[in-house]
């Protein structure tokens, strides 16, 4: 197959997911636009075969996510958009006190109640996506709720 025609398909049919996905995790959309171009990029570099569709957006997920906390890692001086910002972007009126509980999450936590209550993803699914078991995919879930729950009755 012609890689040109490839990364165009995939471009087109993944960048607004994976651009939702990094925002959660790194609130910042000049970091975001950095790591969906760089997971491009290693798709370009790698030029990976794929089994199907799955796959190949399993494959892009983990490529961003794991780019994410790199970035994360590295970016304590760079500014950060506001998380008002980020909800008039992602969330509809009605969900933006969520949202906001939801970025106030580690990492691990907000990405895995994302892939599992946004796109819909199964545990099993999050934990190949994330590179761990399902038993810590399903921790993470637990522990982000009982957070999330915390942040709202601290708040009350």
């Known amino acids: 197959m012609d890689i040109e025609k490839d990364i165009r398909e995939a471009v087109i049919k993944y960048s607004d997911m994976l651009y939702k996905i990094c925002i959660v995790i790194l609130c910042n959309e000049q970091d975001v636009q950095d790591a969906i171009q760089d997971t491009f990029c290693r798709y370009i570099e790698k030029k ?75 545990i099993k699914e999050i934990a190949d996506i994330m590179g761990t078991t399902e038993g810590a995919v399903k921790m993470r879930l637990k522990r982000g709720k009982k957070q999330m729950r915390s942040i709202v009755e601290g708040g009350i």
């Open 48 to 122: 990976p075969k794929f089994r199907d569709e799955e796959h190949e957006k399993a494959w892009l997920i983990r490529v961003a996510t794991n780019i994410c906390r790199d970035m994360i890692r590295f970016r304590i001086r760079h500014p950060k958009v506001s998380i008002e910002e980020i909800q008039n972007t992602l969330a509809a009126p009605e969900d933006r006190d969520t949202f906001q509980e939801l970025l106030e999450l580690p990492v691990k936590q907000k990405t895995a109640i994302y892939l599992h209550y946004v796109e819909g993803y199964q």
